[in-house]
């Protein structure tokens, strides 16, 4: 089955940016929120990151048109049910997502693909929720999605091996480059991420080095382009603090319990750049300062 039309659930950071993609890339796009309010904010968002790329002569004007011409915004979840691909990107909740995609089933055709754009939940235990575990994969893109090449196309031990081969193409269509990862929590990314992450507080903690040393040693030393500590401050520390909390119930292995400080920085409210304070205090966000412990 040719995907054509594509439904997103949640018009937030990242399905907006999925919403944005799927219609830049051909696809009739509608994209579901909770009221217009935020289904107007999303779809503000995508507007104004579609003026920025004709101001740098990334796309004409005419390409502009064509793809906000492919999106539109609901709070229906019933002008989803003609969706050939429907894309969840909602709340990172395991009752929530559970329960959009039991009502989802109950409305869509049998031929429907379901996806989640879950992080590190397990991709089998949301499709539990439905009646068509051979039609649902995991689709976990990344932040922020119009810019980074990646997909992360998951199958699950259910999925239909055609299903899993036509998501690993639409990964393609929309420019991004698929890798093929099995439904283990975290999948790949994260499964090597999260640990290095957790480290890198770790090595603060131990006073092996200054939240500096520590970033400028991974930037410069690896090559990376962002240190650990400035990359958790980014993600935010509570989303990796909530994904190494499912990850260790899952392995219960040290590497991916949270170290004293991680909790206790959430709980305080310093989840990072958003929250303008983290391992870096962001008063003057073009000027981060190192914080002291």
Not at 86 to 93: L, R
Request: hydrophobic letters at 45%; aromatic letters at 8%; proline letters at 5%.
């Amino acid at each position: 089955m040719a995907i054509q039309k594509v439904g997103v659930v949640g018009c937030g950071l990242m399905g907006s940016g999925i919403a944005q993609v799927c219609a830049a890339s051909g696809f009739l796009t509608v994209v579901r929120e909770v009221s217009p309010e935020v289904v107007e904010k999303g779809l503000g968002s995508i507007v104004k990151n579609l003026a920025r790329l004709v101001e740098k002569g990334t796309i004409t004007v005419a390409a502009q048109g064509e793809i906000r011409g492919r999106l539109r915004g609901t709070t229906a979840l019933e002008d989803l049910k003609d969706c050939d691909l429907i894309v969840e990107a909602i709340i990172e909740q395991l009752p929530a997502k559970r329960e959009l995609f039991s009502a989802l089933d109950a409305l869509c055709p049998p031929a429907t693909i379901f996806a989640s754009n879950t992080s590190s939940l397990t991709i089998t235990e949301i499709s539990a929720a439905t009646k068509r575990p051979q039609r649902f994969v995991g689709l976990h893109f990344f932040n922020p999605v119009p810019l980074m090449k990646l997909v992360e196309v998951v199958r699950t031990i259910a999925t239909d091996p055609e299903v899993y081969e036509e998501m690993v193409a639409f990964g393609a269509k929309l420019g991004k480059t698929p890798v093929r990862a099995r439904d283990s929590t975290g999948f790949i990314v994260n499964r090597l991420l999260v640990p290095y992450l957790l480290d890198a507080i770790r090595a603060l903690e131990e006073g092996v080095g200054s939240i500096e040393d520590i970033d400028n040693s991974m930037k410069l030393g690896c090559g990376h382009p962002m240190g650990p500590l400035t990359l958790l401050d980014f993600v935010g520390l509570d989303t990796t603090y909530y994904i190494s909390q499912i990850m260790f119930e899952e392995f219960h292995e040290r590497r991916f319990a949270s170290p004293p400080l991680l909790k206790r920085m959430v709980l305080a409210g310093w989840n990072g750049r958003k929250a303008g304070r983290g391992f870096y205090d962001y008063s003057d966000p073009a000027k981060p300062k190192a914080m002291r412990f």
